[in-house]
């Protein structure tokens, strides 16, 4: 069985291969998902483990109801809500949520803070 993450964008998707140590296909619904996309990927994904990883917004929330209801066994992995998006989750969080997860990732140094 394969694993398959689902971000929003180009961006979440580079950001999750500094971090992955293991080959997983990472799909990108560009922020929106039309019933035939989501249809789509209910047929292709239904052999696949499949995980969801979105912004903590409206629209993530939107995505995460719209896969929930053709994929009902998605994992749901969630970024820290002070950082909204994939995109600006530092990397060591983003590898703590998908190590918490059984992704194995690449050993992250703690990103420093500049005030």
């Given amino acids: ?8 964008g180009k961006t979440d998707k580079e950001r999750l291969h500094e ?3 293991e080959p997983v296909e990472i799909l990108c619904s560009y922020g929106t998902m039309s ?10 994904l239904e052999d696949s483990e499949v ?13 995460r109801k719209n896969l929930n209801q053709v994929l009902p066994n998605i994992h ?14 530092p990397l060591d969080i983003l590898a703590q949520v998908l190590e918490h997860a059984h992704f194995k990732v ?3 140094r703690a990103e420093e803070e500049f005030f």
């Fill in 51 to 63: 995980y969801l990883l979105v912004d903590a917004d409206d629209s993530g929330e939107k995505i």
């Fill in 35 to 44: 019933y035939e996309k989501t249809e789509e990927w209910a047929t292709q």
């Fill in 106 to 108: 690449k050993e992250i």
């Fill in 19 to 21: 971090v992955l140590a």
């Fill in 1 to 8: 069985m394969s694993k398959v993450i689902i971000v929003e």
């Fill in 76 to 89: 749901h992995l969630y970024t820290h809500r002070m950082y909204r998006e994939v995109a600006t989750t």
